[in-house]
């Protein structure tokens, strides 16, 4: 019960919290009047730049021009953004979704989203790892981008992962670049006649949701070709997103087998030179090491209240605004402590490896989707 309570006291901000975290509120909330007027501005249009992609760039810019001059006294709170502020936002996410969205549109779509989520991740390990020596953290968050829902993933697995702001900065970077290049290519390929002929309709839907990084960008490319097919993609997508818990702890899961490996190379033997451990299971010592991410629990959680418990829309909506917020408020604050030496430091190969998973997206996702629609 006393960690219960510690817990939930790290959670709640202090005088100290206060002065970054208005800073990371104002320009949260500027992001998103930004992302409506920009829908104005294009007429009504969808043109899927959302407030997270916009929070990210305003945060850049402003963080590697005018925040350093007051990062001291914002820091604290800052840092509060981008941490617990960003486990909250995970765990409100479940006001998106619900299990009849899984429901109506069948296994096919369930199936095409595991087997696509879990190629992809893999294979942009091995090529990010054995091939290209991206290192292993940023390798994870480009994986973690491409296979399940972008820049949310990418900074959900962040304290699973414990990687650095830049690290995350540049993964965020692979969903922006190539998400925006599949959310306009994606129906320009389905106009000319080169996916119809594999894929109906209904099935591109599947494609888009299953395959392209942002929801926001799945939204256009679906919108693209009809409101129904829209509708599938976005199902078909929000599959993806719920499949981010499950991720998150295989994911911590395996992070500790190393961690467990060096913890008893470095433990004292005994006069015998057997190590004293040996006698605890190998899977007992991992089990206790693992960084359970409680957060995505409460995510699965809240998904199943919003599916079984009836709640009144307005409530379901102001959930989905204060979502929006956090996510937006956890996006900017990472944007403001990224430097842009360290981004240049890590060279061109992380941006090579988000090129390449782009590809396999494009052509192994669409394999997988005309493999599944012939069973």
Same mark, same amino acid.
């Given at each position: 019960?006393?960690?219960? +309570? ?31 007027? *920009? /829908? ?6 969808? *043109?899927?730049?959302? =407030? ?29 953004? #981008? ?34 989520? +879990? ?5 942009? $390990? ?21 296979? !399940?829902?972008? /820049? ?9 992962? #414990? ?26 390929? $389905? ?12 099935? $591109?839907? !599947?494609? +888009? ?19 129904? *097919?829209?509708?599938?993609? *976005? ?21 500790? #087998?190393?961690?467990? =490996? ?93 090129? !390449?998973?782009? +590809?396999?997206? !494009? ?13």
């Amino acid at each position: 019960m006393q960690a219960f +309570t510690q817990t939930l006291t790290h959670y709640v901000p202090s005088n100290r919290h206060i002065a970054g975290l208005m800073v990371v509120l104002v320009g949260s909330v500027f992001c998103l009047w930004l992302e409506g007027s *920009v /829908a104005t501005w294009a007429d009504g249009r969808i *043109v899927g730049l959302s =407030s997270l992609t916009l929070a990210i760039l305003l945060g850049m810019v402003l963080g590697n021009t005018v925040y350093p001059i007051v990062a001291d006294h914002l820091d604290v709170g800052v840092t509060f953004a #981008k941490g617990q502020i960003l486990r909250l936002a995970i765990m409100l996410y479940g006001f998106k979704l619900t299990l009849t969205q899984v429901a109506s549109v069948g296994m096919p779509a369930v199936m095409t989203d595991a087997l696509v989520l +879990t190629s992809t991740f893999l294979l942009t $390990y091995w090529l990010g790892t054995r091939w290209l020596k991206v290192d292993r953290q940023t390798t994870l968050l480009i994986g973690s981008g491409a296979s !399940i829902c972008g /820049a949310a993933a990418v900074i959900a697995a962040e304290p699973v992962v #414990k990687a650095d702001a830049h690290k995350v900065t540049i993964a965020v970077a692979t969903v922006v670049v190539f998400g925006t290049i599949a959310m306009l290519l994606y129906p320009f390929l $389905y106009q000319l006649g080169w996916l119809q002929s594999w894929l109906s309709a209904e099935q $591109y839907g !599947i494609y +888009t949701g299953s395959t392209i990084h942002e929801v926001a960008q799945v939204v256009v490319a679906g919108n693209a070709i009809s409101t129904n *097919v829209g509708d599938t993609a *976005v199902v078909t997508k929000m599959i993806r997103v719920m499949m981010l818990a499950p991720f998150l702890l295989i994911l911590s899961f395996v992070l500790t #087998k190393g961690y467990h =490996s060096k913890t008893v190379n470095s433990k004292d033997t005994d006069s015998k030179g057997v190590n004293s451990e040996n006698n605890k299971p190998s899977m007992i010592n991992r089990l206790q090491q693992v960084n359970v991410p409680w957060f995505a629990f409460i995510f699965i959680v809240i998904v199943l209240l919003h599916t079984w418990v009836p709640m009144p829309v307005s409530f379901e909506r102001s959930m989905v605004m204060i979502d929006n917020l956090l996510l937006t408020m956890a996006m900017f604050a990472l944007g403001l402590t990224t430097h842009l030496s360290a981004v240049k430091q890590a060279g061109v190969r992380p941006l090579i490896l988000g090129a !390449i998973m782009f +590809t396999w997206l !494009i052509i192994g996702g669409g394999l997988i989707n005309v493999g599944i629609s012939l069973i």
